[in-house]
Nanobody, 123 residues
């Protein structure tokens, strides 16, 4: 499965961005998907995950209440709406498709990864 992430860019503190992740095949429609991010000099971390049908979502504490994950089942696309962005949200954001139908925060549960899109939040 190929995943294509897009939508990153430069935004000021307090601004918003929406990331998209398009999957190449419908097989991901039965799998959980998630967003991870990696800031310069830091390890990759979980941001948000969504179950196969969008019925369950999972968020890192650092983004809860500011980010919203969703997916368009028919379009095989996942989104991450990011509001109230902070400089500490600056990172390369990666989308991933999981081996199971329920989202997990563990990166070992994800078998397909997109190339990443850079989000830069200026102070």
């Amino acid at each position: 499965v190929q995943l294509q992430a897009s939508g990153g860019g430069l935004v000021q503190t307090g601004g918003s961005l929406t990331l998209s992740c398009a999957a190449s095949r419908r097989t991901v429609s039965n799998n959980a998907m998630a967003w991870f991010r990696q800031a310069p000099g830091k390890e990759r971390e979980f941001v948000a995950g969504i179950s196969w049908n969008g019925g369950n979502t999972l968020y890192a504490d650092s983004v809860k209440g500011r980010f919203t994950i969703s997916r368009a089942y028919a379009a095989n696309t996942m989104y991450l709406k990011m509001d109230s962005l902070k400089p500490e949200d600056t990172a390369v954001y990666y989308c991933a498709a999981g081996r199971r139908s329920i989202a997990s925060s563990a990166d070992t549960e994800y078998t397909s990864w997109g190339q990443g899109t850079l989000v830069t939040v200026s102070s």
